[in-house]
């Protein structure tokens, strides 16, 4: 079965500055996906970043990126000049690349808070 | 524009009355399942149906039914709800496969008492 820690449970960062939350994941399966969803206050689940595990090369969507680094099973998000929308919960989930079963597994959770 | 429709948002009902939150997607996907998201656990998988009357169990399916009669639709049954049944509930649907990641709906917020 496959486990995914999210050990810190929150974190502040000033608006503008760069933070970094953390992720690891255990895993026996070779191919497979990562991925950080965002949960504002309003509750809705956002996918913010995906990264294949085939691939070496890191994720980036504008201000958003992830540090994949397989042989550690470590996957964290960077967001850069953080602003005050940023301010919400973020799950990192895994799912098997292959299977019937197109299952998130999810950490649980982190709440990042970006002060003005 | 494509989204899961989750219903209702909140609902407080007693100890045993059934219920019944209803989930629909627009997007023509295969794939659609059912989580749970309560404090310090993250989102559990309830139930996932890879097709039209195709459904299986996730991790925490005790005391929920599931039906897949629509493409579209995948309902969460309670027959008989309980306390410990007091969560965030969300739907979510993907292609066959799921890589691209899982659309999700709003999220259903039940208590019961």
């Known amino acids: 079965a496959q486990t995914v820690t999210q050990s810190q449970p929150e974190m502040s960062v000033q608006e503008a500055e760069t933070v970094t939350l953390s992720c690891t994941y255990d895993?026996?399966?070779?191919?497979?996906?990562l991925f950080w969803y965002k949960q504002p206050p309003s509750r809705q689940m956002i996918l913010v970043i995906r990264q294949e595990a085939y691939k070496q090369q890191n994720a980036t969507e504008n201000r958003f990126s992830v540090n994949f680094q397989k042989a550690a099973k470590s996957f964290s998000l960077k967001i850069s000049d953080s602003q005050l929308g940023d301010t919400a919960m973020y799950f990192c989930a895994f799912m098997k690349g292959i299977g019937a079963n197109s299952k998130l597994t999810f950490g649980k959770g982190i709440t990042l808070s970006v002060r003005p | 524009e494509a989204q899961v429709t989750q219903n209702p948002r909140y609902l407080i009902t007693v100890t045993g009355k059934k219920l019944t939150v209803t989930c629909s997607q627009n997007?023509?996907?295969?794939?659609m399942s059912w989580y749970r998201q309560d404090p310090g656990l993250g989102l559990r998988q309830i139930y996932y149906s890879m097709n039209v009357e195709v459904t299986d169990k996730g991790d925490v399916p005790e005391g929920y039914k599931v039906s897949r009669k629509e493409k579209r639709n995948f309902p969460l049954i309670l027959e008989s709800p309980s306390p410990n049944q007091t969560s965030l509930y969300f739907c979510?649907?993907?292609?066959?496969?799921?890589?691209?990641?899982?659309?999700f709906g709003q999220g259903t917020r039940l208590t019961v008492v």
């Open positions: 979510a649907s993907s292609p066959t496969g799921g890589t691209l990641g899982a659309f």
């Open positions: 997007m023509n996907h295969e794939y």
């Open positions: 895993t026996s399966e070779s191919n497979y996906y």
